[in-house]
């Protein structure tokens, strides 16, 4: 039987839910793709057709929540404001946005985006590397900064965002606010590694 | 001048030019370039503060003076080993907080041990400190919605996105209610109030060498500074202050605090009534006339005075958070910072006059009555401190007429009287946390009554009566 592309998404959708769902209700650490496979009722080879491994499934979830963080960024966002606070915006709204995934996101993300991967086939990280570093491109674009950035400074703002993140989901701390702190220091420590300054409130938005 | 003596004498209320005339300058800075140059016995010690704030070396130089003064009696060997632990507490203090603001606090807090900085000092390190970093909107708005459920922009008709003041460890920002009220409200930097409480914690590390030389003692001082410091970030407890101190004032004081609005205000924000004025320094800028200086000078009296009447001190020694309004009114506008005090510390307070006038007897049974340990008792140097302490606190109420508070000789016997508390070793060893914050609260005022030049007649005010006098 031929598998036309709606069944092929909805298949996928419920992989995706179900392994949130067990990831969230059991462990990272128990759940397996096997289990996963069981819950989806889908043979276990099935499975790896959509994804190769549980990190691609941990990515995927994350990427899917981007479209909804995007819209509440730009909902949010009075686009008269300096670097720091646009980028500090960004990093929020979409760390908010995983805010469900939270209690399984800490130790999943020691593999989904482990430094020592390549941005090879088996990263399932480099997917969401890319895309959100064309964002930032974006926006600090928007405010003046010359493309491309040195790849120095990619990997520093990459390395403050998954500091950030691996920080945010072990965060205890009420409504996460000590990651809130990190996530402006973080931030303001990127605007002044770009201008040599304190950063933010000196690099306005360049006029439309 | 060196740099740390620049700092000093910047933060102090500038002088007038007839106070110059009178008073050289130079004799207040030979005081604070005295202060200034002191050094630890050993400049090791010393080199160890990198942190780049000047006034913050200050007091932590004179953090490990007193300190090290504290362990000269013991035996060598065990002065050395006591001298090490505190080196390694003392590193492990330098490294704390990873907030600036924090760490100024931490900073701040140096200048608050009992009596390891001179109040001068604790002064400039409050008009000096460096606050949480600034702001900006997104992270404000971040922080109403955690604490109060909604966003700025579903609860305020109109919020003003740039702070008009800083506040300790966070910032003020101008609004509108939605009921067209002018509110003042202030929001705490994120996750700072629990840094400050681990700081406090890793800052009990000190304990183990302070108790060596002050028993007990040292646990329940270091319990005061935690109090005193926990309750700036405490915006809930500071709510209840302003609603008490409030309610002690009438109509007819011209004093004003601010209304609180409980259903604004949370335990990382606090919405209040917004109070139109000026600070000192732009009051004083348009030349206000001598009879104005005045009224304003008795008004700020009466407040202080009035508030102790109900045991508690206006702690928080920033000029800044006096208001000079328009229709004649005061303003008082910050109530972070409180002290509340217990029988044994309202006791020789209110006794003040009559120790003042009686001498050495009348302080005696004062503190004989008031916990004071034989230690205390039997050590004259501090029995003596006692004396001239009643006298300087008591002097404006025992003036009689009209006193001059911009008289600059009276400043000039102030701090005078000011650094001896802090050389003597029976006050280091004996002196609570409390009366140094005290001290500290009463040298600002002072200094603030002198800027203004104000000449007040406190025997005009109820004062005698608060005090039991009559």
Redesign the interface.
Known sequence: MRVTTEVRAATRDRILAVAAERFTQDSWETTTTRDIAAAAGIANGTLFNYFASREAIVAALIEETMPDAAKQYRR?R?GD??L??EL??LE?TALKSLRRYRNFLAPALETVFSPLATPAREDPGAGLRKTHLETVAHILTDHGIPQPLPAVLLQLYWTLHLGVLAYWAADS???Q??A??LL??SV?LFTASLTGGDG??HIERKPE | MNANLNELLNALPQDTAESEAELPREELERIFADLAMRRPPTTSLHRMWTIGELSVQVALAYGAQTVRGWFADAEERERHRMEANLRIGLKIFHRLGY?RGALMKAGQMVGSLPHVAPAQIVDTLDRLRFDA???????I???IE?DLGRSPEEMFQSFEKEAFAAASIGQVHRATLKSGEQVAVKIQ????A?TIDADLRSLATLLPPLRYIAGDGAGERFDQIRRMMKQEADYELEAESLRFARSIFADRDDIVLPKVYPEYSGS?VLTMEYLPGLHVGDFLADNPSQDLCDAFGAKICFSWYRMHAEKMNYADPHSGNYLFMNDGRLGLIDFGCMQHFRDIEYQPLSQTARMATGGMAVVREVLLTNGASEEEMADEAFLEICVESSRFIAEPVLHGGPFDYGDPIHLKRRLEWNLRICDNKSVIRNGSPFWMYYHRSDLALYALLYRLGARVDLSTLPIAEWWGMK
């Open positions: 949010r009075p404001e300096p720091d606070e500090f915006s929020w701390s009420p409504h606010e000590d809130m702190a402006d220091r303001k933010g409130p | 907030l970093p600034p702001m900006h909107y997104s992270l708005r971040e922080v955690n930097y994120p996750g700072i629990r990382r």
